[in-house]
């Protein structure tokens, strides 16, 4: 069974340039999440998906943060404009069920470098 | 707000040592409680789990048991090899919140 894939996994940009991630998740896992992990951290939500309808935005930055999940099958996280802050490993997971009955599957990750 | 801490790293053993990561957790309601793995170059993966209180997870060795009453999670195995380096998180999830709550992780080190 193929696993979360991510892409790219290396990206180096100037702050307030722009930047997008890309995720493809395990065939039929209906919720999909992105993690921010900066490093020395845990990983912190972002965003949540039930198919393609969002569940949980709580703590995306919308003023330069955006994602979607077209079809309710892969993707996408966007930054911009980009501040020195957002260097971290942006983390894609997805289940068939919520994680409080199931087990997330992550990606390998999207290191972002911001100078 | 619901949360988890864990004991600071890095940790640094001799292999075949006994290992203990402490976990503690805060929550409103009834947490589900995970112990996650990050080998190096690799994603983050499911250790164990455990779904309710006295419950004990265990896998590859590990175990942790659900403590209600000391809201703890603690993550132990009795003799620790150099394939168990890695970066260790607790989490929790709550039900109807269906969301990973990640403790800021530990790093373990385990010398030949």
Same mark, same amino acid.
């Given at each position: 069974?193929?696993?979360?894939?991510?892409?790219?996994?290396?990206?180096?940009?100037?702050?307030?340039?722009?930047?997008?991630?890309?995720?493809?998740?395990?065939?039929?896992? #209906?919720?999909?999440?992105?993690?921010?992990?900066?490093?020395?951290?845990?990983?912190?939500?972002?965003?949540?998906?039930?198919?393609?309808? $969002?569940?949980?935005?709580?703590?995306?930055?919308?003023?330069?943060?955006?994602?979607?999940?077209?079809?309710?099958?892969?993707?996408?996280?966007?930054?911009?404009?980009?501040?020195?802050?957002?260097?971290?490993?942006?983390?894609? #997971?997805?289940?068939?069920?919520?994680?409080?009955?199931?087990?997330?599957?992550?990606?390998?990750?999207?290191?972002?470098?911001?100078? | 707000?619901?949360? $988890?801490?864990?004991?600071?790293?890095? $940790?640094?053993?001799?292999?075949?040592?006994?290992?203990?990561?402490?976990?503690?957790?805060?929550?409103?309601?009834?947490?589900?409680?995970?112990?996650?793995?990050?080998?190096?170059?690799?994603?983050?993966?499911?250790?164990?789990? #455990?779904?309710? #209180?006295?419950?004990?997870?265990?896998?590859?060795?590990?175990?942790?048991?659900?403590?209600?009453?000391?809201?703890?999670?603690?993550?132990?195995?009795?003799?620790?090899?150099?394939?168990?380096?890695? $970066?260790?998180?607790?989490?929790?999830?709550?039900?109807?919140?269906?969301?990973?709550?990640?403790?800021?992780?530990?790093?373990?080190?385990?010398?030949?």
């Amino acid at each position: 069974e193929a696993g979360v894939a991510q892409s790219p996994r290396y990206k180096i940009i100037e702050k307030r340039q722009s930047v997008a991630f890309w995720c493809n998740p395990i065939s039929g896992h #209906a919720t999909l999440y992105w993690y921010q992990q900066i490093l020395g951290q845990g990983p912190k939500l972002l965003i949540q998906f039930q198919n393609n309808g $969002v569940v949980d935005d709580s703590q995306l930055p919308k003023d330069r943060f955006s994602a979607e999940r077209l079809k309710g099958v892969d993707s996408t996280l966007k930054i911009q404009p980009a501040k020195l802050e957002d260097s971290a490993v942006y983390l894609c #997971a997805s289940n068939l069920r919520g994680p409080h009955t199931g087990e997330l599957f992550f990606g390998e990750g999207s290191r972002l470098t911001v100078l | 707000g619901d949360s $988890v801490t864990q004991m600071e790293g890095p $940790v640094t053993l001799s292999e075949e040592a006994f290992l203990t990561i402490n976990c503690t957790y805060t929550a409103t309601g009834y947490p589900s409680l995970f112990w996650y793995v990050q080998y190096p170059g690799e994603g983050l993966q499911l250790l164990l789990k #455990a779904t309710k #209180a006295d419950d004990k997870g265990s896998n590859k060795g590990f175990e942790a048991t659900y403590r209600k009453e000391t809201t703890s999670f603690h993550l132990e195995k009795g003799s620790v090899q150099v394939s168990d380096s890695a $970066v260790y998180f607790c989490a929790l999830s709550l039900q109807g919140a269906q969301k990973l709550v990640f403790g800021q992780g530990t790093r373990l080190t385990i010398n030949p």
